[in-house]
DNA sequence: CAGCCGTGCTGAAGCGTTAAAGCATCCAAG
DNA sequence: CTTGGATGCTTTAACGCTTCAGCACGGCTG
C-alpha cells in the first residue's frame, strides 16, 4: 500500500461498482492489460503475478488475484498459444476409416473420458471427423498442420491407414487408440483383444459345454477383428476336449451377421455356437436364427463383443465382453499429455482390462 | 534502403539454396516468413496474396500458391486468432444437465452434423462436457471466457439451467438445441416435439382403434418432456371419439420407464397403451410388461420416442418418433456461422423435421 | 561509505497473422 | 514535362501473452 498509484487503487467514497463498469466499456472479456490497470502495475507484472513468480511481492500477486477473479479473466488462448508455440487443446480425430462405428455409444464413452481428462489439465478438446468424402482433402490433416492441437488422439482407424502412419510420423505428439503391432514406436492405448475373446470362448466351451462353434469376424483389415479371431482360436486350442469352428468374415454390420450366420450355420452341420466379433454383428446372428425357427441359447448359443449397449436390449440379452470405452478415452488423454509434457516414458503400448458380460444368449446358468 | 541495418539484409552473392536449408532448420510448420523467403517477398504480400488481395499482380500470387502448397502451409490457428479477434473454431457445449442423455447415439449423430457444416466452413469443433460434478468452476465456462470458441451449440439442457442463461447473456454467439420459450430472444435449432408427439399418439388412437392410453413424461424441467406430454394430450383432444389417459413421470432412464409402466397399470385398469416420452423408457416399459405377463401389442400397446437405436433392437421393436440429429447438428452449425458471420437473421427459432417411424410395439398392420 | 546483493517491478521483444498506410515505379493525360 | 492515378509491393502496427534483461532501491557487508 505503500507507493499506490492514487488513480486506479480503488477510492474508497466511490459505489463499488466503477470497475465492473470501467471493464463493460471495453467490450469484450478481460485482458492482463485490464488487470494491470486495476491493481496499477505493468500488464508483465500481472503475467508473473498469475505465474506465481518468485520475484512479485505477495501483497501484489493477492492483489491481482483479486482483480482477476472479479473481471473474471481467463487467459486468452490464441495469445497464449501464439506465445507459447503450441496449442492448449487436443484433438481428437475420427478417421473415415473408422465410419461405421460411429453412432455407437461407443465414441461418447470415449469423448467422456478424454474431456475428463482434458477438464483436469484444463485443456480443450477439438473433434475432427471426415464424415463426408474419402480421398478429401483431409480435414483433421488441416488442423493438425494449423497448430490448433498440441497433440492427438486417433480412434481405431484400419490397420493400413495412410493417414494414421503419416500423423504419427508428423512430428505430433500422437496417442493411438487399439493395438498396431506394425507400428512399433507408437504410443498406443488398447485393450486385450486376443484375452477377451479368449475369455468369452472359453466361456462357451467350459460352462456351456459347446464344441461346434462358429466365428464371425470383423473385416480382416482391422487389428480388432485379427485379434478377437486369434482369441477364439486359442480359446479352442488349448481345450481339453476336441472342439471344431467354421469363420465367416464380415464387416461389424448387423447385415453381415446377419449374412455371416446364414453361412455358418449352412457351413457346418450341427453347430452349436457362434462368436460375433461385434455385438451388432452378433443381433444380426440372432435375427437370422430366429428367422430359421431356431432357439437362443436352446439350440444355438450365441456371444458378441463391445457392450455398447446393443447387447443389453435384445430378446435374449447377449452374453458380451465389455470394451472400457471410457477408461480407453482417459487413458489415452492422460497418455498424450505426458508426450506433450516431454516425460520419456518408453511404454508405447498398454491395455485397458475388459471384463466377461454373461447375459442368456449363451445358455443359462445353474447359479441364476 | 538508407537507414537500412547492413546485418539483416540479404546478401545478393549467396546460393539459391539457403532458403530451403533455413527453413529445414527452422523445425516445425511453414510459416507466412518461409513463403515470403522462399518468393522473396515480404510476410504481407504473401497473406494479401493467399487472400487472393486485387493489389497483389497475378505471377506473384501464383508463385506464392506454388509455395505454399509446396511447403504445406497452413495459417496458424493461434496467429490468425489472436489478430483477427476471434478464434476459428466453434464449441459444442453439453451441459452437466444432459449427462443422462450421453452415451446416446444422439450426441454423435449431432456430431457428425456439426463437424460436417464446420468442415465446409473450415472451422474446428471443440466439445465441452462436464462428467464428473454439478458446481464445478464450469470447464466450458473457462473455455468460452478464454475465446477459444467463436461460438457454442449447446446441446439439450434444462429450462432452468442458469449456465445456459448467462451464456445467451454472456455476448458470445449462442444456438441452443432444443425450444426455449421462456428464452424469446435466444437462436435455436429444434424440432416440433407437439407435432411429433401428437402424430404418434394419434396413430395408437386412428390406426389402432385405442382410447385408454397412459403416458411416461420425462422429468417436466424439460421443455422436451414438456412438449411431448402437451402434444399428446392434444392428440387425445382432438379425437372424436373419447379417450382417457394418465400420466407417471419419469427421468428418461430405463428404470424410470419400469416404475412408470408399473404405476400406469397399477393406476388405470384396463390400459390399452402406453407413450413413453423416450425409447429407454420405454424399454423399460416393455420389461415391465413382460415380467407381468402382459403382450405387446397384443394386451398393451407401446410406443417411443428419438430412434437412437434402442428401439429398433427390443422384440418386439418399439414403434417411435426419429429426431433427426444429424440434421439438428447440421442446422444448429450453419445458423451458428450466421451468428458468427453477423447475418442479422431476426428467425429465432427453426425446426428440423420429425418422422413417425412404424414397428411392431403398437399392433400389427394390415398392410404388414 | 563504496560495493554488492536481493527484492520488486518495468520495458522490450517476439510468437504468426493481417489491415492500413506508405512508397516506389510506370503509363497516360494535360 | 509535369501531374495524376493505377499498380505492386513494403513497412508498420497491433492482437494478448510471456520471457528476459534491466533498473531502482534498500539493506548488508567489508
Do not use: W
Request: charged residues 20%; contains cysteine.
Amino acid at each position: 500500500m505503500s507507493v499506490s498509484d492514487p488513480e486506479t487503487n480503488s477510492t474508497p467514497t466511490a459505489t463499488p461498482t466503477p470497475k465492473s463498469l470501467r471493464r463493460a466499456a471495453r467490450r469484450g472479456p478481460a485482458t492482463l492489460r485490464d488487470i494491470a490497470t486495476v491493481v496499477g502495475i505493468s500488464p508483465s507484472a500481472v503475467s508473473m503475478a498469475l505465474a506465481d513468480h518468485p520475484r512479485i511481492g505477495r501483497e501484489t500477486k493477492e492483489a491481482v488475484r483479486a482483480a482477476a477473479r472479479e473481471l473474471g479473466y481467463v487467459a486468452n488462448s490464441a495469445g497464449r498459444a501464439l506465445r507459447a508455440g503450441r496449442s492448449t487443446s487436443i484433438a481428437v480425430v475420427v478417421p473415415n476409416t473408422a465410419q461405421h462405428v460411429f453412432g455407437h455409444p461407443y465414441f461418447m464413452h470415449l469423448l467422456v473420458g478424454v474431456t475428463g481428462a482434458a477438464n483436469a489439465h484444463d485443456t480443450a478438446v477439438l473433434i475432427s471427423t471426415n464424415p463426408v468424402t474419402d480421398h478429401d482433402p483431409v480435414a483433421y490433416d488441416r488442423i493438425l498442420r494449423s497448430q490448433a492441437a498440441a497433440g492427438a488422439i486417433i480412434a481405431s482407424a484400419a490397420i493400413n491407414d495412410p493417414n494414421v502412419n503419416r500423423m504419427v510420423e508428423g512430428g505430433l505428439p500422437v496417442v493411438l487408440i487399439g493395438r498396431y503391432p506394425h507400428l512399433p514406436e507408437a504410443v498406443s492405448v488398447g485393450m486385450d483383444d486376443i484375452a477377451g475373446a479368449a475369455a468369452v470362448t472359453r466361456h462357451l466351451i467350459n460352462e456351456h459345454g459347446l464344441r461346434r462353434i462358429g466365428h464371425i469376424s470383423g473385416p480382416l483389415e482391422h487389428q480388432t477383428a485379427l485379434d478377437r479371431y486369434e482369441g477364439f482360436r486359442a480359446a479352442l486350442a488349448e481345450s481339453p476336449q476336441p472342439c471344431t469352428h467354421t469363420l465367416a468374415v464380415g464387416d461389424f454390420s448387423e447385415e453381415a451377421g446377419r449374412a455371416g450366420a446364414a453361412q455358418l450355420l449352412d457351413g457346418m452341420a450341427g453347430l452349436e455356437a457362434i462368436f460375433a466379433a461385434n455385438d451388432e454383428m452378433a443381433y444380426g446372428a440372432l435375427l437370422e436364427l430366429r428367422a430359421r425357427g431356431l432357439r437362443v441359447p436352446e439350440d444355438v448359443a450365441l456371444v458378441g463383443y463391445d457392450d455398447f449397449g446393443v447387447s443389453r436390449l435384445t430378446t435374449p440379452a447377449i452374453t458380451t465382453v465389455r470394451v472400457p470405452a471410457e477408461q480407453l478415452g482417459r487413458q489415452a488423454a492422460e497418455r498424450l499429455f505426458g508426450l506433450i509434457d516431454g516425460a520419456g516414458e518408453p511404454v508405447t503400448h498398454e491395455n485397458v482390462p475388459i471384463e466377461l458380460v454373461v447375459r442368456e444368449s449363451c445358455g443359462y446358468h445353474p447359479g441364476a
